[in-house]
């Protein structure tokens, strides 16, 4: 079935560093989700990409869909403590979602 | 608006017991789907639907059963709950795309079952 991986599982940086999660795909994907789940909280949707190569942008956060839209990347600029959270992808296959297992991010104050 | 909800927010059973989860949203969406996140493991579709009266079967149904009497609930049953089952039950529903494509998600605030 389709699958949906994101990397690194967890990650700690100090705030002010930079921050990558990486999501990729076993199947081509028609578009990509991102959302983000604060501790305790429930997933908020952030962006939705659907162009080859497309590249978004929110404030701090930079959002890239692969040219074969089978990977997708999410990278925050100089991280803050509000950021603090479980960052998801998620690709469609017919009707469903599929959601990458997450990447948990710890800023250090 | 309340967006979606969900009822309850914490639930206790032993194993064998069975209970209803709630899901209900005031946005009009058609699409509706339940979703259980255990650690390390995202988030996993038990069930879906795509309009009234229609439900479908996610990656993990076995052990759950839906149904969609009405277009704004969505409701998740456990009929013999197994301690396998102790998770977080996320609702979520989306609104359809013309032409095709999808929308956001909006997601409930989850229920928080442990069966002992």
């Known amino acids: 079935g389709q699958q949906v991986m994101q990397i690194p599982q967890y990650q700690h940086v100090q705030e002010g560093e930079d921050f990558t999660t990486y999501c990729n795909s076993s199947t081509t994907l028609s578009n990509i989700q991102w959302y983000k789940q604060r501790p305790g909280g429930h997933p908020v949707f952030l962006i939705q990409l659907v162009k080859s190569g497309e590249v978004k942008k929110q404030k701090r956060l930079t959002f890239q869909f692969g040219e074969a839209k089978k990977n997708s990347s999410l990278h925050i600029t100089a991280t803050q403590t509000t950021d603090v959270g479980t960052y998801f992808c998620?690709?469609?296959?017919?009707?469903?979602?599929?959601f990458g297992t997450g990447t948990s991010l710890t800023v250090i104050p | 608006n309340a967006g979606v909800t969900q009822t309850p927010k914490f639930r206790v059973l032993k194993t064998g017991q069975s209970m209803t989860l709630l899901c209900a949203q005031d946005?009009?969406?058609?699409?509706m789907y339940w979703y259980r996140q255990d650690p390390g493991m995202g988030l996993r579709l038990i069930h879906y639907s795509v309009g009234e009266g229609t439900t479908a079967k996610g990656e993990v149904p076995d052990g759950y059963n839906v149904s969609r009497l009405k277009k704004q609930n969505f409701l998740l049953g456990l009929e013999s709950a197994a301690p396998s089952q102790t998770s977080v039950y996320f609702c979520a529903s989306s609104s359809r795309v013309a032409g095709g494509g999808y929308n956001e998600q909006f997601f409930g605030p989850g229920t928080r079952l442990t069966v002992l």
């Open positions: 946005m009009n969406h058609e699409y």
């Open positions: 998620a690709g469609p296959g017919g009707n469903q979602f599929y």
